[in-house]
């Protein structure tokens, strides 16, 4: 089944202490996203990935990091993740620029 | 800055009805559009796109209407049945070098028996 899955589906965690949460799909596509939904503030982009070994900031970059090593994996690293970082967060991809954005089923992330 | 908006959070049809949910977007150089489905629990569903060479487009149950000169998106739903209830975004690509997509604030779409 083509699919966009995400890990973990949720996750608290403590200030400070550094967190990864994978993104991987399984329908070749070139191009890979991040989101964070916000009640009041929709789907925010964090950073976007045209292709292997190319990352893009979005919207709101500020505190995370992402890698692109492999064409099916775009994972989502926070260093070190504050209380505003709490979120429902969303792994997207799709086959090139101007085609549906396949999502993931979301992490909720809790930062205490 | 431009960005997507809808003209309504929340809407209430009957099962049956059509249901019509708006967006307007500001930015002129917007090329192509998406409406999503989100359901609890779930992450945004692909409906239907529409490129900006386009005014309508028909999918099952579903068309897109773009207007251009108002700016205006809209998914229009035939025969709303109680598996519609959701929220629906519009979202359009407003990169002039990439893919970026602008998501609006949703609409929630509850149907009643």
Redesign the interface.
């Given at each position: 089944e083509a699919q966009?899955t995400q890990n973990p589906r949720y996750l608290i965690t403590v200030t400070g202490k550094k967190l990864t949460v994978t993104c991987s799909q399984n329908m070749n596509h070139e191009?890979m996203s991040w989101?964070r939904q916000d009640p009041?503030?929709?789907?925010?982009?964090i950073y976007?990935s045209?292709n292997v070994e190319v990352t893009?900031k979005?919207d709101v970059p500020e505190g995370y990091k992402v890698s692109r090593k492999e064409k099916r994996n775009f994972p989502l690293i926070l260093e070190s993740p504050s209380p505003n970082q709490t979120s429902l967060y969303?792994c997207?991809s799709?086959l090139v620029?101007?085609s549906?954005?396949?999502?993931?089923?979301?992490t909720r992330l809790t930062v205490t | 800055g431009e960005s997507v908006g809808l003209h309504l959070p929340t809407l209430s049809v009957q099962e049956g009805d059509n249901s019509i949910i708006n967006c307007a977007y500001s930015n002129s150089a917007s090329?192509?559009f998406?409406w999503?489905k989100q359901e609890s629990?779930?992450?945004?569903?692909?409906i239907i796109?529409i490129?900006s060479n386009m005014d309508k487009r028909q999918g099952q149950r579903v068309t897109v209407l773009l207007n251009k000169t108002v700016k205006h998106l809209s998914l229009q739903i035939a025969a709303t049945q109680p598996g519609d209830s959701a929220v629906y975004?519009c979202?359009e690509?407003y990169s002039n070098s990439?893919?970026?997509?602008n998501?609006?604030?949703?609409t929630s779409l509850l149907v009643t028996p």
């Open positions: 966009v191009y989101y009041g503030l929709g789907l925010r982009q976007y045209m893009d979005g969303f997207a799709s620029n101007n549906p954005l396949h999502f993931g089923n979301g | 090329d192509y998406i999503y629990g779930k992450g945004p569903q692909f796109d490129r975004f979202a690509n990439g893919y970026a997509l998501f609006g604030k949703g």
